[in-house]
């Protein structure tokens, strides 16, 4: 049996092979392509680190953060105005807390593109996120399911690959330790400012280990904030890790004791 020096392998040339089979070859320590068209994120340091260069549609994203209803839609703003050019809608399933639909519209997300669906137990979520993606609906489908069983997401992402649309599922960032066949696993947490901290764990190539920071202040609001408050330190990072003890709560209505303080979406 030939033995190969690891010299070989990184000077193979794909452009020898058929053009089928070099399409096909990716090396692990690149990102990989998309197998079908992907919507940019909005941001272009993001899109650099995801295959095809954007959020891929006929697959499911996981979306991993330790507190519910305080970074969806500041990582996925920038994005909802493209999809909602072409007659797309909104599809919320079971978020924690009620949509701001004045919030939403500054976003690009008018009421009328916004369908907001209540599940309040998890047979319910799944069975709502699993018809709503074999629909094949134009848009977006955002689905919070923190308690979701790897089998069920599977079964999801086996649906998930005949609908057009991208289909978000936002977990627990504990669930980082479980095994989950969403093709991108994608984990965001606030950093100072308006900032967000991305790792990507999970991809088609190398993960994402180093942080990723974003400036995700709301477009609306660069020309109207004096320069004190866009540079501010987060206060929300203890606050977060001081609420989530039990991870497994994510997507639940905050404790009373919490709810006077002010989420950012």
């Known amino acids: 049996m030939p033995v190969f020096a ?18 096909a070859v990716w090396r692990g320590s690149e990102v990989g392509g998309a197998a079908a068209r992907t919507v940019p994120t909005g941001f ?57 639909a004045a919030g939403l519209a500054q976003l690009g997300v008018p009421a009328d593109r916004l369908i907001w669906i209540r599940a309040s137990t998890p047979v319910e979520r799944l069975w709502v996120t699993e018809q709503i993606v074999k629909s094949d609906p134009a848009g977006v489908v955002l689905s919070w399911l923190p308690q979701a069983r790897p089998e069920q997401i599977r079964r999801l992402q086996i649906h998930a690959q005949s609908c057009d649309a991208p289909v978000f599922l936002f977990r627990p960032a504990v669930t980082l330790h479980d095994a989950s066949p969403a093709p991108l696993r994608v984990s965001v947490a606030l950093a100072e400012g308006w900032s ?18 974003l400036v995700a202040m709301p477009g609306n609001l660069v020309a109207v904030l004096p320069p004190r408050l866009k540079s501010v330190p987060s206060s929300g990072a203890a606050f977060v890790c001081k609420e989530v003890s039990d991870a497994r709560a994510l997507g639940r209505v905050a404790a009373p004791s919490t709810t006077g303080v002010p989420l950012s979406h």
């Open 6 to 23: 690891p010299a070989a392998f990184s000077a193979f040339d794909p452009g020898v092979l058929p053009r089928h089979v070099a399409d």
């Open 44 to 100: 272009e340091a993001l899109n650099g680190q995801l295959p095809g260069g954007g959020w891929p549609t006929h697959s499911l994203t996981e979306l991993l953060m330790p507190q519910a209803a305080v970074c969806e839609w500041r990582l996925l703003g920038p994005a909802l105005p493209a999809l909602m050019a072409s007659g797309g809608r909104v599809y919320l399933i079971a978020p924690p807390k009620p949509p701001h």
């Open 196 to 213: 967000l901290e991305v790792r990507i764990p999970k991809r088609r190539g190398t993960s994402l280990d180093a942080p990723l920071v």
